[in-house]
């Protein structure tokens, strides 16, 4: 058995059946990480002595016929999310060596589910990025092509996945970080309802869009995932309290009568033919699986990238006044007090501080109405056009990201063309639906391209059903 090639839910099998062990599948996952990871650089920090003794405790458990549902599976952990007793920095200098004292709720879900913690894995610096490239310590590759990013801001656990370093992986996702590097990295990325799984103990980016997401190789294991760490808890105030569903048991593969929409402005002028070919392919195999295809509009698409950057630098400048060295991570010192906190606040990044700027403009007085307030209305818009669209169709489908992965460095020096990497994916997060991305083939290059299927409010099981369909066929 090649332990690194099975999926989370193959191995899951493989342990319940004693044919193989987690302490095995662990050190495979370990030893495939000192092999491939010097050239990929998905991890910050890999918590190897805690997994095999975490492993180990899987072990005994399993031998005593225990089926927790990620029993013995290593997971990795976007360095967003603090992890009791191993570094969580969210990919910034001004976080470096911060060992949180306590549990995120996904990481104590993850516990209880019995999965192995692997390590911690790279973000664009407070996942304010769309390629990696803005984190603190590093750029990750696509192990697709080592030349190219991985997308962001998620980019470590999506590279992780993909080069077999993780049977699956946590992210997050504010404007799209799971579900672009997902589609970059030719691998599948669930971003969920905003609420749907409690924020506790997520580094605070942008409140109103953050949301925790999953990573897997398969349709399968991203829902196996996602089960295991979704869930209402009263610490987080936009906690959903739903009904428990059965997410995998929702994984029939029939999708006859489904109506997808199709927005015409979601096939963007200057986006790759390519990405527009194998997009339409997919929908195309959605029809023939059953699905009827309905042309929608989403007429207010083309405002979503500016009213992001209003709201969700307008919040990142208000969530990041919270580091002042005197509570979290290093502190430089100064010659007073306000000093020490202006020397430690230059430890930010450069579009760490541009969010901070932007975001603190928008909201001071005599612009709050102009910039802020009128992205609120905007965003009311949005979330209005996804409404009426939900009143004709089940799904929507649309690509992930208009292009497929870029070279490190084409996009790193000019801001607007790194948010346009978005431009697909943020509207999702200003509306109250959920998507996904899921590998629709490759462009000339042999680089990924992601079929995104978004759902209304709380339908993860549908839009996750309808890319099993769709990856099965
Ligand atoms: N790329 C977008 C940004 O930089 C989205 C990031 C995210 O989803 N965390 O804000």
Known sequence: MNLTELTLTELRTALRQGETNSVAATQAMLDRIVEQDNDIKSYLTITDEMALEQAAAADKRLANGDQSPLLGVPIAVKDIIATKGATTTAGSKILEGFVPPYDAFVVEKLKEAGAVILGKTNTDEFAMGSSTEN?????????????????????????AVAANMAYGALGTDTGGSVRQPASFCGVVGLRPTYGRISRWGVIAFASSLDQVGTFGRTVADTTALFQAVTGYDRR?????????EDFEAALTGDIKGLKVGVPAEYFVEGMDAEVETAVRAAIAQLEKLGAEIIEISLPHTQYALPVYYLIAPAEASANLARYDGIRYGPRIEGADMIDSVKQTRALFGPEVKRRIMLGTYALSAGYYDEYYGRALKVRTLIKQDFQNAFEQVDVIAAPTSPTTAFKIGERADDPLSMYLADVLTLSLNLSASCGLSVPCGFDSKGLPIGLQLIGNTLQEATILNTAFAYEQA
């Open 236 to 244: 987080d105030s936009t906690s959903l309290d739903v009904p428990a």
């Open 135 to 159: 984190s603190g310590y590093f750029t990750t590759r696509n192990p697709w092509d080592l030349a190219r990013v991985p997308g962001g801001s998620s980019g470590g656990s999506a590279a």
